[in-house]
């Protein structure tokens, strides 16, 4: 689906979601589960992606940074 931007090796700890934050770099927040609220984020690796606009930046299986091209939604809606 996406191409491998940075390879990191994140590993994953079950009821944490991984993003890649504004900074470019790997974050963590704990999940909310069941009416209890989430976590506040905290920095897992510090990459420092420079992010170009129209992809999104995820964390893939492999726990590296990937990059994917956005679709327009709303584009697609006016036709």
């Given at each position: 689906?996406?191409?491998?931007v940075?390879?990191?090796?994140?590993?994953?700890?079950?009821?944490?979601?991984?993003?890649?934050?504004?900074?470019?770099?790997?974050?963590?927040?704990?999940?909310?589960?069941?009416?209890?609220?989430?976590?506040?984020?905290?920095?897992?690796?510090?990459?420092?992606?420079?992010?170009?606009?129209?992809?999104?930046?995820?964390?893939?299986?492999?726990?590296d940074?990937?990059?994917?091209?956005?679709?327009?939604?709303?584009?697609?809606?006016?036709k």
């Open positions: 689906m996406g191409e491998k940075q390879k990191c090796g994140v590993k994953r700890q079950n009821g944490f979601l991984y993003y890649i934050d504004k900074a470019g770099d790997v974050s963590k927040a704990k999940m909310a589960r069941g009416g209890k609220k989430g976590g506040k984020p905290e920095k897992v690796m510090k990459v420092g992606v420079i992010k170009e606009a129209g992809f999104l930046y995820y964390l893939d299986k492999a726990g940074v990937a990059k994917a091209k956005m679709v327009n939604a709303k584009a697609k809606k006016k």
